[in-house]
């Protein structure tokens, strides 16, 4: 079982899948800087990834 996330921003494919949510995390904020300029990530764009983490 792995944690797997498709970027919640409407448009984007960024798609990636980490062995724990908390990497899985890790990864989703590096992409929201490098790719969206998100360099704070507040808690409910948080809880919004975090609600769109499928685990399989
Ligand atoms: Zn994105």
Do not use: N, Q, Y
């Not at 409407?10 to 798609?15: E, N, Q, R, V, Y």
């Not at 899985?24 to 360099?39: E, N, P, Q």
């Amino acid at each position: 079982m792995s944690k797997h996330i498709a970027c919640v921003v409407p448009g984007c494919t960024f798609k990636d899948s980490a062995p724990t949510e908390d990497e899985l995390m890790k990864k989703v904020v590096a992409h929201a800087a490098k790719d969206h300029g998100v360099t704070d990530v507040p808690p409910e764009l948080a809880a919004k990834v975090k609600a769109a983490i499928e685990t399989r």
